[in-house]
C-alpha cells in the first residue's frame, strides 16, 4: 500500500490534538536517547526490513520527529509506525538515533491514546494480549491448531494431533504442558497480575480492546480474589 | 589526480582502538549504585569463563548455578531447543534449575502491541532476577528477545531514578528486591564458552556439513556492546556467536551477502501479519543462503529465528522457490554432535522443514531414531508411563 503523506489525509484532527500526541511522545523519558537529530544518510533504511516489503522508511520517521512535524508525525503514526519489524537494525544509525525505539514510543502513545489505526493494526491480535497478559506466556503448545497457522501446511495438523503424548515426551519436567508454554507457579501468575495492575497495563488493553478488558478483569479479579487480594482494575 | 589505496574487505585486518572503542562500562554504575542502597547486584557465581564483547570489554559467563529462564517461544513451539539446553548441562554434570517461578519477559507482545509501558516491563523482568536470586542461582536467558529486552530494562534502570523507584516500590509490595544481575547472559554465550568441552566430547563427526548462520537481531543489534567478538572470527567484524562453536565442531560455516539482515520475524508480523514474514525469511534469507553457500542446515540463536525461518518455508516450496533447508539452534547442534537422541532429545519432529537428509550425511540411521521415539510414545500411549524421563532420553 502506498503511504499517503498528503496533509489532507488527517484534516479532520485539529493541530493542536496532533501536537498533545507529539508531546506525550517527546516528554518520554527515553526520548532524548534516541533522537539526535538526522543526517538523512539512509543508513537505516538500507538496513530495514520492513522497508523491502513496504512503503516504509525509519529515515522518514526520523526526518519527521527531528524536524518536529506534527501533520506529518501524526500521519506516520497511525499509517506506519505499525509496518515495524521492531528488529533494531537501523540501531547502525550514525547519528546515534534509534528509529526503532522512536517507533515504539510512538506506538505506545497511539495505544495509550486509543487510536483508531491502533486498533485496527491489533486486530486479530487479541487472543494473544489474552494469553499474554492472564499465563505470562505470549504462545503455548496448544496454539499450534492448523486455522491459527493454516500456511505452516501439514505439519500442524501432526502437531495438534499428537499435542498430548508430544509433550509428555518431553524430558524436562516443566514441560509437560500444553496451555502454557512451561509449569508456572500460581504464586507467580498472582504477582504477575498485581504487577499488571499497579503498573496500570490494564488501562491500555481496555483503551484499544474492552470486550477483551473485561474478560481479562474477570478472570484477574476472581484469581486474585482466590488467593486473598481485594484488587479491582477499575 | 589523488591516488587514495585501494584494499578488498577481505585483506584489511580491523583492529579495536583502544582510542576511539567505547570504554563504558555498565557493571561500574551498578555496583556504585549498589554502595548507594539503590539496588543489589546479583554476582556471577563461579566457576565462570571470560570472554571479549564487541568493544573488548571482558565479560564472565557463569558454567553452572544457572537459573533457567525459559522462552515461552522455545518451550511452546520448539521444545527441543530448551530440551538441548537442558541435556548439554545434564552430560557436564552441572548443577542448573529449572524454575516454575517464571514468567515470560512479555517483550513479544511489547515489541508486537505496545500494550506494555516501561515500568510494567522492567518490574516482570526484576521480579524474574528476584525469584533467580531466591533460590541462589544465577539467571541465564534462553530467549534473544528477553536478552536484549533485559540489557535495556538494566540501561533504563541505571539511568533513571525515577523508574528505579517506582520498581522498587513494587518489589516491596510483592516483597522482593530490586536486584540486578551483574552481567545479562544468553544461554548461547553459554555454548560458546562451553565449545572446547562439547568439541571435546563430539561423538559425530560434522566435517562434511556446511552450515550458514543467522545471528538474532535483539542479540548483537541491541546494547551491541554487550555481545561476544573475536578477532579469530570475522576478524571481530561480526558476532562470534553460534559461529565460534560451529568451527569447533569441525562444520564449515559459509558466509552469505544477507547475514546482517533480520530472519522476519517483526513480532506483530509472525502472528497477524505473516506475508511479511514469509516473503522476508525466504526471499532475504533462505534463498539467499541456499543459493550462495548451498549449505546442509541453517543455524540460529533465537526463538523467532528457528521459527520464522522454519516454518516460512512451507509458503516458498507451495510458490516452487529454492528453500527446504533445515533450522537448528545451537544447542540442538551441540547436543546432536555429542551423540544426543534427535527425536527424545532434540525433538526435530517439532520443526517442520524436512531435516532427515541432513542427518543421513552425518550417518545417523533416522529410520531407528524415529522408532525408538515411537516405542516411547506407545508407552505413553498405552499409560504404561506418563512421561518420558532423562533416564529415557539419555538411553
Ligand atoms: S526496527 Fe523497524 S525501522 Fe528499524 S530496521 Fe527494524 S523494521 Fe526497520
Ligand atoms: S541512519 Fe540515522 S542519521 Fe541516517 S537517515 Fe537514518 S535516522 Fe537519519
Redesign the pocket.
Known amino acids: 500500500m502506498v503511504l499517503d503523506l498528503s496533509i489532507n489525509k488527517y484534516s479532520d484532527v485539529t493541530y493542536e490534538e496532533k501536537e498533545r500526541l507529539f508531546e506525550e511522545a517527546k516528554a518520554d523519558d527515553r526520548w532524548e536517547h534516541i533522537l539526535y537529530g538526522c543526517y538523512e544518510c539512509g543508513i537505516?533504511?538500507a538496513?530495514?526490513?520492513?522497508?523491502r516489503f513496504y512503503d516504509?522508511s525509519?529515515r522518514l520517521?526520523a526526518q519527521a520527529v527531528a524536524r518536529e512535524d506534527v501533520d506529518l508525525v501524526y500521519t506516520l503514526m497511525n499509517d506506519s509506525i505499525w509496518?515495524?519489524?521492531?528488529?533494531?537494525?537501523?540501531?547502525r544509525c550514525p547519528r546515534q538515533n534509534?528509529?526503532?525505539?522512536i517507533?515504539t514510543v510512538l506506538r505506545e502513545v497511539a495505544v495509550r491514546n486509543g487510536l483508531q489505526t491502533a486498533k485496527q493494526a491489533l486486530e486479530g491480535y487479541g487472543r494473544i494480549i489474552y494469553k499474554i497478559m492472564s499465563t505470562g506466556s505470549q504462545v503455548s503448545p496448544d496454539m499450534l491448531q492448523p486455522d491459527a497457522f493454516p500456511d505452516w501446511g501439514k505439519h500442524v495438523y501432526e502437531i495438534a494431533e499428537n499435542l498430548d503424548i508430544w509433550r509428555r515426551a518431553l524430558p524436562p519436567e516443566t514441560l509437560h504442558t500444553t496451555e502454557t508454554s512451561w509449569k508456572v507457579d500460581d504464586k507467580t501468575i498472582i504477582e504477575l497480575y498485581l504487577i499488571w495492575h499497579m503498573t496500570g497495563v490494564m488501562d491500555l488493553i481496555e483503551g484499544i480492546d474492552e470486550g477483551l478488558f473485561m474478560i481479562l478483569v474477570d478472570v484477574m479479579e476472581e484469581r486474585l480474589e482466590e488467593a486473598g487480594y481485594d484488587v479491582t482494575f477499575d | 589526480m589523488i591516488h587514495l589505496p585501494v584494499s578488498k574487505a577481505s585483506e584489511r585486518i580491523f583492529k579495536i582502538d583502544p582510542d576511539t572503542a567505547p570504554t563504558h562500562d555498565i557493571r561500574e554504575e551498578l555496583f556504585q549504585l549498589e554502595k548507594e542502597g539503590e539496588l543489589e547486584v546479583i554476582r556471577v557465581p563461579e566457576p565462570y569463563m571470560e570472554v571479549k564483547t564487541k568493544f573488548g570489554r571482558i565479560k564472565k559467563i557463569p558454567l553452572e548455578k544457572t537459573w533457567h529462564h525459559k522462552s515461552c517461544g522455545q518451550c511452546g513451539h520448539i521444545p527441543g531447543y530448551s530440551t538441548s539446553i537442558f541435556w548439554l548441562n545434564r552430560q557436564f554434570g552441572l548443577d542448573y534449575y529449572d524454575p516454575t517461578d517464571q514468567t515470560s519477559c512479555t517483550a513479544w507482545n511489547y515489541y508486537a502491541s505496545a500494550t506494555s509501558n516501561p515500568e510494567a516491563q522492567a518490574a516482570v523482568a526484576i521480579r524474574n532476577f528476584a525469584a533467580a536470586h531466591e533460590v541462589g542461582y544465577f539467571p541465564l536467558i534462553h530467549c534473544g528477545t528477553s536478552f536484549g529486552h533485559y540489557k535495556e530494562v538494566r540501561h533504563a534502570l541505571v539511568h533513571q531514578p525515577e523508574l528505579r523507584r517506582k520498581v522498587r516500590d513494587i518489589m516491596k509490595r510483592l516483597g522482593k528486591k530490586l536486584v540486578v544481575p551483574e552481567e545479562v547472559v544468553h544461554y548461547s554465550e553459554w555454548v560458546y564458552a562451553m565449545r572446547d568441552r562439547i568439541a571435546e566430547r563430539q561423538v559425530i563427526d560434522m566435517s562434511n556439513i556446511t552450515a550458514t548462520v543467522h545471528p538474532a537481531?535483539h542479540y548483537h543489534k541491541l546494547i551491541e556492546e554487550d555481545a561476544i567478538y573475536s578477532e579469530e572470527i570475522y576478524g571481530a567484524q561480526r558476532t562470534a556467536i553460534i559461529t565460534g562453536v560451529l568451527e569447533k565442531l569441525g562444520i564449515n560455516v559459509a558466509d552469505y551477502s544477507t547475514w546482517f539482515d533480520?530472519c522476519g520475524f517483526?513480532f506483530r508480523h509472525i502472528l497477524v501479519s505473516r506475508d511479511f514474514s514469509r516473503s522476508f525469511s525466504v526471499q532475504r534469507k533462505i534463498e539467499v543462503m541456499i543459493e550462495e553457500a548451498n549449505p546442509d542446515v541453517t543455524v540460529t540463536h533465537d526463538t523467532g529465528c528457528v521459527t520464522t525461518l522454519d516454518q516460512s518455508q512451507v509458503a516458498g516450496q507451495a510458490h516452487n522457490k529454492k528453500v527446504g533447508l533445515p533450522v537448528m539452534s545451537d544447542s540442538q547442534m551441540a547436543a546432536l554432535a555429542m551423540g544426543a537422541h534427535p527425536y527424545k532429545v532434540l525433538q526435530l519432529h517439532w520443526h517442520n522443514t524436512n531435516n532427515k537428509p541432513f542427518m543421513e550425511k552425518l550417518g545417523i540411521d533416522v529410520k531407528k531414531k524415529w522408532a525408538e521415539f515411537e516405542v516411547e510414545c506407545d508407552q505413553l500411549k498405552s499409560g504404561k508411563k506418563e512421561f518420558m524421563s532423562w533416564e529415557d532420553a539419555e538411553n
Open positions: 537505516c533504511v538496513a530495514c526490513p520492513s522497508a516504509f525509519p520517521i509496518d515495524c519489524s521492531q528488529c533494531f537494525s537501523c540501531d534509534s528509529p526503532g525505539q517507533i | 537481531c533480520c517483526g
